[in-house]
């Protein structure tokens, strides 16, 4: 059955489709056209109570299944997903207004990412110490009960079932609360889990951030919280976990460095840096876009030029017809917001290349033109803030003391990359750049079971790797007088 986005929705909460409580819903707009498609469930504290029982009444058996057991339902529904994944980039394409191809490449990736944390799962095992001959001491790790796993509005499938994976596979209950913008697919992800998992194993809590996000953050039974979002988000997690003392890991935004050495070939570096970008991926709502461009100096001329024709080239329009690059942004007020920053950056003194607001003939639709600015300075809001969209900011360098304080004077540290040929700049560079993850001549592409997480501002705790999977466990050490 081909998934219809235009529909009233329920959610799935400790084993049953069901409404909010008090029958509060929140509409789905299509971002291509500011249609209204269909409504969610807008979940509320009367929901999150519901899903905390179901989790706590599964929770042991779960724990006590074994990782075999965990393993094989994360296997079986990583095959449903391969077998579903048009449907699915269809529908992501339809709520977020990200383009096809790139919804399609999330679905491409997403199995796989299921699979990793079914191979690791027995991977959560703890250790033995010396002790001498009268005592034996060893540590075992025991899953948290139930997790909150809260994810934002850029990748919504991959996120929804790749960011679940880790916390089952430990032996974790999961209690998922995707974006308000674009909650669709991960409703289609418990429709797949359904017959897999226990009840009460997978909740999907659609609503919004400040009621239902906000609610499980505070919630007294659910000890651990997983939050991928913003800075500001991600603050305001980390201080109402503090009143339970929560465990809480955080992947939230970056202001990302893209380093220009004098020894590329300016064309093809260019160009790497519009898909660093990730425009053709999610049009540049990307927590890993490479939005500050740092080019020497040396290569500011055929640089930008080579820059220009590049993002000339890319197509914005229809998200679901193959050819488009770019689709609208995902929601009204980002798009409000992405345009304040345009017009700040212009206010503030830096100079459009190319792009610079709505594209002329797409009257309706959150559509932004990839737009580049030169003439950046490091104080600019442009150069300062993260805008997640199509805004790029090229700045120049010469001293590689320089670029580096530079690249490294905003709070935020979740990805850097370097185009160099020079190996040991390359390293040097990788050395010193404040970041979770360092690219050296490369977009993005990241090996399987690489830890993943930001510096600084940019969050606490790795993910998309075994220290993801250590932690949703909790380590207890027993000790035996023999
Ligand atoms: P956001 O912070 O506005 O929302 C993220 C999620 O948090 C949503 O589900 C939202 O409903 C929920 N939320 C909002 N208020 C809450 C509260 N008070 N308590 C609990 N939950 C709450 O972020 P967004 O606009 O959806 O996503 C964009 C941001 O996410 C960007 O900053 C981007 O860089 C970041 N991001 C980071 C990563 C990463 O891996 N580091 C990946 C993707 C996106």
Redesign the pocket.
């Known amino acids: 059955m081909p998934v219809r986005p235009e529909a009233d929705r329920r959610m799935f909460v400790g084993g049953e489709w069901t409404d909010a409580a008090d029958g509060a819903r929140l509409p789905v707009i299509d971002p291509a056209t500011e249609e209204r498609l269909g409504t969610v469930p807008d979940a509320g504290p009367d929901d999150l109570e519901r899903a905390v029982a179901a989790a706590g009444a599964a929770a042991p058996a779960w724990a006590d299944a074994g990782w075999q057991r965990r393993a094989a339902a994360l296997r079986e529904l990583a095959g449903r997903i391969a077998e579903r994944a048009e449907e699915l980039a269809v529908l992501d394409t339809r709520d977020s207004g990200n383009p096809i191809t790139g919804m399609r490449a999330d679905l491409a990736s997403t199995p796989s990412e299921v699979l990793y944390y079914a191979g690791i799962a027995p991977e959560a095992k703890g250790a033995t110490f010396p002790a001498g001959p009268d005592m034996l001491a060893y540590t075992v790790r025991q899953p948290y009960g139930a997790v909150a796993r809260?994810?934002?509005?850029?990748?919504p499938f991959k996120?929804a079932a790749g960011k679940i994976a880790a916390p089952l596979a430990a032996g974790n209950c999961v209690l998922l609360?995707?974006?308000?913008?674009t909650s669709l697919s991960a409703l289609e992800l418990a429709g797949l889990a359904e017959d897999l998992l226990p009840p009460g194993v997978l909740s999907v809590l659609t609503?919004?951030?400040?009621r239902?996000?906000?609610a499980?953050?505070g919630h007294g039974r659910v000890p651990r919280v997983a939050?991928?979002?913003?800075?500001?988000?991600?603050r305001?997690?980390l201080r109402?976990a503090a009143r339970h003392v929560k465990h809480v890991s955080?992947?939230?935004?970056?202001k990302n460095p893209i380093i220009i050495c004098p020894d590329v070939d300016p064309g093809p570096a260019a160009r790497a840096a519009v898909k660093a970008m990730n425009l053709a991926r999610c049009n540049g709502?990307?927590?890993?876009?490479t939005s500050r461009l740092f080019v020497h100096d040396d290569l500011r001329g055929p640089f930008l030029d080579a820059l220009a024709e590049r993002v000339g080239e890319l197509r914005v329009g229809d998200p679901l017809a193959d050819d488009t690059d770019i689709g609208p942004l995902t929601f009204a007020a980002?798009h409000e917001r992405v345009l304040a920053y345009i017009a700040a950056g212009r206010r503030e003194g830096a100079t459009v290349l190319t792009g610079g607001g709505r594209p002329p003939g797409l009257e309706r639709g959150f559509f932004v033109e990839p737009t580049v600015f030169t003439d950046v300075t490091g104080a600019m809001t442009i150069a300062r803030e993260?805008i997640?969209g199509p805004v790029m900011a090229v700045l120049g360098w010469r001293d590689v003391d320089e670029v580096v304080a530079r690249a490294n004077s905003v709070e935020y540290g979740?990805v850097a990359n370097v185009w160099t040929r020079d190996v040991s700049a390359a390293h040097r560079l990788a050395g010193r750049l404040e970041a979770g993850y360092v690219y050296v001549n490369g977009t993005g592409k990241r090996p399987l079971g690489t830890p993943?997480?930001?510096w600084k501002h940019?969050?606490m705790g790795k993910?998309n790797s075994l220290e993801e999977l250590l932690s949703y466990t909790r380590s207890k050490t027993v000790a035996v007088t023999l």
């Open positions: 809260i994810i934002p509005f850029n990748h996120f609360k995707p974006a308000e913008q609503g919004r951030g400040e239902i996000g906000a499980l953050v939050f991928t979002g913003s800075v500001p988000t991600g305001r997690v109402a955080l992947e939230l935004g970056g709502q990307s927590c890993g876009s980002h993260e997640f979740l993943f997480g930001g940019s969050g993910e």
